[in-house]
């Protein structure tokens, strides 16, 4: 649910800076018209502007096809039957890509704490063990010794007495059999439990470490990227104002700026949905901490 949240946040914001540059590309469109009407620019250089806007306006259709699909699921995680889109509202999450994660260790312990299935494992474990002690305490067999009395009409014994002692068959077998089924049981489920101890602590250790990776790269799209595409929006607008355009080397740079910004949001739909994988190998909700 979180995701598909996040996802159409992202579209949507993709979607504003698609707005923009389609925006942009017309602008420039009616730019180079007036250049052509007064010769400083040639009827190629207007076609080439006039593809690109296609172009612009096309990427644009498949966004609105993706915000769509994400709509779609949506609607069927929230069990809604309507073919209006959902308003989305927030903001992008953006405290986990400027904080610091716990230990792996300690995500990993608390991960161990928080499966029921685990604990099961360790109650099986108890029981197996309990159920050995058993087994073991059996080896040697326990001689019950029983009296009975009781007086009889009878003349010559009116009397009688009983004594009685019951011993285990066989005797002295050292019970070596219960004792060895109950042992490869408690192995089992030794076994069975530190698989599943081990199994869990890797998927933890993997997805903090796609986290650690995927936060990585964010941040250096905000160290290095996102200011040289401000500083090209900037550079733009005062092109355009000026009319100073190279339409070769402005149409490169907006595709490069805008490849960019589109790869910047990608990379924080995939560290949101590293983060939520983090959050389900663990099985509690995380606390980003502060740097």
């Known amino acids: 649910m979180r995701l598909a949240h996040t996802t159409l946040l992202l579209l949507k914001e993709q979607r504003r800076l698609y707005d923009q540059l389609l925006s942009l590309r017309r602008r420039l469109v009616e730019l180079v018209k007036t250049r052509v009407g007064h010769g400083s620019s040639t009827r190629i250089e207007l076609n080439q502007v006039q593809l690109s806007t296609l172009y612009a306006q096309r990427d644009l259709d498949e ?3 993706r915000q769509t699909e994400s709509q779609s699921q949506l609607h069927s995680l ?41 604990k099961a494992a360790q109650t099986r474990i108890v029981q197996r063990e309990q159920a050995v002690r058993v087994e073991k305490a059996k080896r040697w067999p326990w001689f019950e ?9 009878s003349v010559n014994y009116p009397n009688e007495g009983l004594v009685g002692i019951e011993i285990p068959l066989p005797i002295l ?22 698989a599943a101890f081990q199994n869990l602590k ?26 040289v595409i401000a500083e090209h929006e900037q550079l733009m607008e005062l092109a355009l104002k000026d ?13 490069s700026a805008l490849r960019g910004q589109r790869e910047f949001n990608e990379a924080r739909l995939a560290l949101r949905r590293a983060w939520l994988a983090l959050e389900a190998a663990v099985g509690t909700p995380l606390t980003e901490v502060p740097r």
């Not at 077998?173 to 530190?194: K, R």
């Open 78 to 118: 929230l069990g809604i039957l309507s073919a209006t889109p959902l308003s989305v509202r927030g903001s992008i999450p953006t405290g986990l890509e400027l904080s610091t994660l716990a230990d792996p260790d300690a995500l990993a312990e608390q991960a161990l704490l928080a499966r029921p299935a685990l």
């Open 202 to 227: 890797q998927s933890v250790y993997a997805a903090y470490a796609e986290v650690s990776a995927r936060r990585s790269i964010v941040l250096r799209y905000h160290r290095d990227v996102l200011p």
């Open 173 to 194: 077998n050292l019970n070596s059999g219960p004792i060895q089924v109950t042992s490869a049981e408690l192995d089992l489920e030794l076994a069975l439990a530190q």
């Open 243 to 255: 009319g100073q355009i190279d339409l070769v080397t402005l149409l490169s740079s907006e595709e």
């Open 145 to 153: 010794l029983s009296g009975r009395y009781r007086h009889t009409t």
């Open 63 to 65: 966004l609105s096809l």
